[in-house]
């Protein structure tokens, strides 16, 4: 599987040691940077790269990664067709594939260990979409919405 990878300062030692980790498990691994440490670099210039990628790659996954991820995973949020969930358990990141069929996951570095961390990421990619009609109908309005800001129906009883 194709991975992309996007970080700031904050993830870089994880960023790296996760490039090297998923390519021995033989994933491509695509890094969008940083290419090395800056204290003063801006998440937004790496992990929205990672994000038109996965968006344009049908079929892979994205990591994006900072002190809390949550910076990570709004500036993804921001590309159309990115579903980008934060992971910071093993089970946030199963239920991101399970349930969302999310293609990116946030990671914080500042959170977990680098053993923890490393395996929320391969509990995220490791889960396939479970495909239930309930979670493709959920998904189908986000992406109406996301294409044409088309709010779904209500209820009949909240009409």
Request: proline share 5%.
């Amino acid at each position: 599987m194709r991975v992309h990878l996007a970080g700031d300062h904050a993830a870089y030692d994880l960023k790296t040691h996760l490039a090297q980790h998923l390519a021995q498990g033989g994933h491509e691994v695509v890094d969008h940077g940083p290419t090395g440490y800056d204290a003063e670099d801006d998440y937004p210039v790496f992990v929205l790269r990672a994000a038109e990628a996965v968006a344009a790659d049908p079929g892979a996954l994205a990591l994006v990664l900072g002190g809390s991820g949550n910076g990570e995973q709004i500036a993804a949020n921001r590309v159309p067709g990115v579903r980008a969930a934060l992971g910071w358990s093993l089970e946030t990141a199963r239920l991101a594939r399970q349930h969302n069929d999310a293609n990116a996951l946030g990671v914080g570095a500042r959170m977990h260990t680098l053993q923890e961390a490393t395996a929320i990421v391969d509990a995220f990619l490791a889960e396939p979409f479970s495909g239930e009609e309930r979670h493709a109908r959920r998904i189908a309005m986000l992406t109406r919405y996301e294409q044409d800001h088309e709010l779904p129906p209500l209820p009949g009883r909240l009409a």
